[in-house]
C-alpha cells in the first residue's frame, strides 16, 4: 500500500538532479502550522501516474515532537482499485528542502506488493512509474508554501522535474495556476517551463477519500 508514495504523490536547495533539474533554494519556512486539515492535488506535471490515480491527497501534517521532521498522510485514489495510503515522514535539511525517510525493508514492501503496480503496468509505463518512485525515495524534497494557502510540491527525477500542487480545495482557479506560474518563473534554472495539468479530484466523490 505504501508504494502510492509515489502517486502522490511528484525539490530543493540547489541540489542538481537528472543533469538539467536544478531544485529551487527556498527562502521562507514551510508554513505548515498554517495549512488545512486536508490538501487536495490541484494540478501536476503529468508523471506516469496519472493515468491510473483519479486523485492524491494530504492530510494529518504534523511536526514530529522537536525534531526537525514532518509527518504526512498521503492518499491516492484510483478508479481500478479504490484508495490507498501511508504515512511519509520528511527530515528536513535545509528551509523547505526534506528527505524521505524510508527503510530498506519497507521500500522492497513498496515495490513487491502494492496493488497499484499491477494497475501502472497496463498503462503501458511500468519503466517510467518505476523511474518515478526510485527517484521519489532517493532525490530531496522542496515544500513551498509561505502562507498555507497552496502548497508547492517538487522533486527532480531522472525524466526531469516533477510537479504536485496542493490546496485546501478540490478546485483549482486561474489564481492559483498563476501564483504557480509567478512562483516557477522566480525559481528560474527551467522551472519557469514547466506546464502544469489540472487534477481531476473535483470529479470524485469526496466520500470516496
Not at 3 to 21: D, E, G, Q, Y
Not at 90 to 103: A, C, L, P
Amino acid at each position: 500500500m505504501m508504494f502510492i508514495l509515489l502517486a502522490i504523490v511528484s525539490a530543493f536547495a540547489m541540489t542538481t538532479c537528472a543533469s538539467t533539474c536544478i531544485l529551487p533554494e527556498i527562502t521562507c519556512e514551510t508554513a505548515w502550522e498554517q495549512m488545512p486539515d486536508k490538501l487536495y492535488q490541484v494540478f501536476d506535471g503529468n508523471d506516469p501516474f496519472d493515468e491510473v490515480t483519479s486523485c492524491r491527497t494530504l492530510t494529518n501534517i504534523r511536526p514530529i515532537c522537536n525534531t526537525q521532521q514532518m509527518k504526512i498522510n498521503f492518499t491516492s485514489y484510483s478508479e481500478t482499485f479504490g484508495h490507498a495510503s501511508f504515512d511519509g515522514v520528511f527530515q528536513k535539511k535545509d528551509t523547505g528542502t526534506y528527505k524521505i525517510i524510508i527503510s530498506e525493508e519497507a521500500r522492497e514492501d513498496l515495490i513487491l506488493h502494492d496493488k497499484f503496480i499491477a494497475d501502472v503496468k497496463k498503462t503501458g509505463n511500468a519503466e517510467d512509474s518505476n523511474e518515478e518512485f526510485n527517484s521519489f525515495v532517493d532525490m530531496d524534497h522542496v515544500f513551498y508554501s509561505c502562507d498555507g494557502k497552496v502548497l508547492i510540491h517538487v522533486w527532480c527525477s531522472d525524466n526531469g522535474r516533477v510537479v504536485q500542487v496542493f490546496k485546501g480545495s478540490a478546485k483549482s482557479t486561474a489564481e492559483d495556476a498563476l501564483y504557480v506560474h509567478n512562483t516557477f518563473a522566480k525559481w528560474k534554472n527551467g522551472w519557469e517551463n514547466v506546464e502544469l495539468y489540472p487534477s481531476t479530484c473535483s470529479l470524485q466523490p469526496a466520500s470516496k477519500f
